[in-house]
């Protein structure tokens, strides 16, 4: 075998998995199909690791790479198309080339979920973004919506904020948000517009956004909002299709059920971070990475004192 170890996605669980693989004798290679950091680099700033009191997300995770970089092969715009299992070994197929390895961590992940409404798919880049991050400069001196009640969608807002957007409208189709006290409060800080218990039912223009269209989930009375950008913020969904080509067992909700030790039903394969569900955060995802990477030496035959 070329590798022991196959760590698929290169977020927070995939880079602290490497580190510890390595440290542990494990010949390891990490595989993303982009150049990695996974959504976290999308955090205008993360105030909730230990050691950091604030840190934009892409420094973070940029930080992570470099630190792993040091122990395991990296391949990086290298995706895993398929994974078949041959005896007590598994032969992955990349968009690039084929390896053999005695085991496999899954760390893909989640991708964000979408409205399904109109106007959403065909404005697409047209003013309609998944990331206040990346899409938030054009958007200077211009009237903004983010769509959701969580505490990414308030960080967004809070992050559209600050590069200055000329107002910024955060709108939840329940009666309360779903986000930490401290980020919804420093959003009232902030004059950020809170809208409760608006659905949004359409997103309009020609060739760039205008408006969205909205319906009061109580009244039932629609309106409509004049704003240049639509952040959409309303959730993820896990990337499990690895896992379901290995039949891992899922969940209702299609997250990887795993043990204590990141095992899953499937002897050799191991999953962790959000692609396991539960309290998705960076500091958990890392402890995840950490355990699936000890617990990997049984299944390659090695011995670690846990």
Sequence with gaps: MEYELAIIGAG???FSASIYAARSGIKAALFDRGDGGGRAVLSPKVENYAGFESIPGSELMAKMKQHASKYVTTHYY????????EGK???LTTSKAQYTVGAILLCTGTEHLTLDIPGEKELLGKGVSYCANCDGFFF???PV???GGGSTAVMEALFLKQIGCKDVYLIHRRNQLRAEKVYEQEASEKHITIMLNKEIEKITGTD??????????????QSSLPV????VSVGWTPQNDLAKQLKVTLDKDGYVVVDRMQKTNVPGVFAAGDLTGGIRQIVTACAQGAVAALSSTEALGKKYPY
Excluded at 78 to 85: A, D, G, P, S
Excluded at 208 to 221: F, G, H, S
Excluded at 228 to 231: A, P, Q, Y
């Design 12 to 14: 927070p669980a995939g």
């Design 78 to 85: 290298e995706e895993i198309k398929t994974i078949t299992k």
């Design 89 to 91: 070994q598994f032969l």
């Design 140 to 142: 200077r001196n211009k």
């Design 145 to 147: 919506a983010v769509i």
């Design 208 to 221: 760039i956004v205008e408006a969205i269209q909205l319906k009061d989930t109580v009244t039932k009375k």
């Design 228 to 231: 240049s950008g639509v952040f």
